[in-house]
């Protein structure tokens, strides 16, 4: 456990040793208030609650997550050191989630940099805290899913630029899957169960009741899934691609 | 007791190509191996199977015991190594690194304190100890390569050109800490410099094309000929083997 911690511990740092820490949590920062305050009329809609910031996570990570997790494994590969990293004490699942627990954390600590907007709705109204505590963590989770997507992502190439772009396809598609426009396309081809089927894969369908403060099961089991299976694929990749 | 390291049919394939073709290769206490071999006949990709980094396609490589493949965390704790061109994480002091590697393998703060301040001292490091490594000059890059595989004083050593890039002082430094080292433990290291066997080594093994075509003690397998002959006849086909 000491040696995943210790993984953990220098991804993390590393992410603070270079600008991509800076330069993610500003631009998350300045876009969720801008699309929040403009596209999503948090003021017009004249209620207290946060649902037109949390409506567009999903969005935001599609850009930003795959960034964040872009040098995961890419860097590793490209400049020698998982040479380093495979011949220590350390078992490959341990590594990849070593790995993966420092960009969680990091989008932990840009989500917690929005709280200014929370005690914004708090000063002008009187939300339901418990409702936005919720939306929190659905969103993490959700973030969590984007990053085991974009590890994977990470570890099928030794090019940063490549493990982005593969990482933001893998999320569209898992996006994509729930818009209204994809299903009614789906619904033309598919059986109705089907296509729903399809869309409760979606991130969107799965996140929405979240935002909304629904806290079901179901919900938080499919994120935890989804990092479950990213990572286990990961660590297979990992192996297969350092096997030569 | 189970020798240091023993090898037996060792051997890699890459698609249709075999890279080694079945090595074999007992190690004990005390001895100090220099590996030999032109580019591209096996030596790095040995040295890769040895610490656990390649999956071998045929035979298996105990370290003190313990099978690489099978027990593969007992096998990397009781081996240093030094990969190929040093490869470090560039963003890292040399200071954190050290730390890093010291916690992936679980030594405690103390023992970790003492054994830092002992290869930084074995190894001229106190001048760039704060200094981020890709600043470092490929001679003390080497240096921090040979400190982080031999921190944990380990009972096996397998060093991929340990002296590569190191002025004519650098490399007396290191090659007496080897000799030093090699009292306690089984070290193979391999080179170019056939001056460096001759100095340094107790046992000198060539590899061309994939399969050992020496092991034999230095005096015994170089005499009285020049070394760059013998060499240039082990590993040369007949045809290429012209005398100027």
């Given at each position: 456990m000491s040696a995943l911690f210790a993984v953990t511990g220098r991804e993390l740092a590393a992410y603070f040793l270079s600008p991509v820490a800076y330069i993610f949590i500003c631009l998350f920062l300045a876009l969720a208030g801008a699309l929040t305050f403009y596209l999503g009329g948090f003021f017009e809609r004249g209620q207290a609650d946060l649902e037109s910031f949390f409506a567009f996570h999903p969005w935001l990570y599609l850009l930003l997550v795959p960034a964040l997790a872009m040098r995961l494994w890419a860097e590793e590969r490209k400049s020698g050191t998982l040479e380093l990293l495979a011949t220590l004490p350390i078992t490959t699942p341990q590594a990849v989630i070593g790995k993966f627990l420092a960009a969680w954390i990091f989008t932990a600590i840009a989500l917690a940099l929005t709280f200014p907007l929370w005690l914004t709705v708090s000063w002008l109204?009187?939300?339901?805290?418990?409702?936005?505590?919720?939306?929190?963590?659905?969103?993490?989770?959700?973030a969590g899913a984007y990053l085991a997507l974009g590890s994977l992502a990470s570890a099928a190439t030794r090019n940063q630029v490549v493990a982005f772009v593969l990482a933001a396809a893998l999320s569209f598609l898992f996006l994509m899957s729930?818009?209204?426009?994809?299903?009614?396309?789906?619904r033309g081809w598919l059986p109705g169960d089907l296509a729903s089927m399809v869309a409760g894969l979606s991130f969107l369908t799965r996140f929405e009741p979240l935002s909304q403060g629904a806290l079901e099961a179901a919900d938080l089991a499919y994120f935890l899934l989804v990092m479950i299976m990213g990572l286990t694929m990961t660590a297979l990749l990992v192996d297969m691609k350092k096997a030569g | 007791m189970a020798p240091s390291l023993q090898i037996e049919g060792l051997g890699k394939r890459f698609g249709p190509f075999w890279a080694v073709?079945?090595?074999?290769?007992?190690?004990a206490r005390g001895e100090l191996l220099g590996f030999l071999g032109p580019n591209g006949a096996g030596k790095s990709t040995t040295m890769k199977m040895i610490t656990g980094y390649l999956p071998p396609s045929r035979g298996r490589a105990l370290v003190c015991g313990a099978d690489v493949e099978t027990q593969p965390l007992a096998a990397r704790r009781a081996i240093g190594y030094l990969p190929e061109g040093a490869p470090l994480y560039g963003d890292m002091t040399t200071a954190a690194l050290l730390r890093f590697v010291a916690k992936v393998r679980g030594m405690s703060g103390p023992q970790r304190r003492r054994r830092s301040e002992w290869v930084a001292e074995k190894l001229g490091l106190h001048a760039v100890w704060y200094r981020p490594l890709e600043s470092l000059s490929k001679g003390f890059k080497r240096r921090v390569g040979l400190a982080l595989a031999i921190l944990h004083d380990p009972q096996v050593l397998i060093l991929d050109e340990p002296t590569d890039g190191l002025d004519p002082n650098q490399k007396h430094e290191v090659r007496s800490l080897l000799r030093e080292l090699s009292a306690d433990k089984a070290i193979i290291l391999s080179t170019h410099l056939l001056e460096e066997v001759t100095a340094v080594c107790t046992r000198a093994m060539v590899i061309a094309e994939g399969k050992l075509v020496a092991d034999a003690t230095p005096e015994a397998l170089f005499g009285a000929e020049p070394p760059e002959q013998v060499f240039r006849r082990l590993t040369l086909p007949p045809e290429r083997r012209s005398a100027s």
């Open positions: 109204g009187e939300p339901d805290h418990g409702v936005i505590a919720t939306a929190y963590l659905g969103s993490w989770l959700m729930g818009l209204e426009v994809v299903q009614g396309l789906l | 073709q079945g090595v074999d290769l007992t190690l």
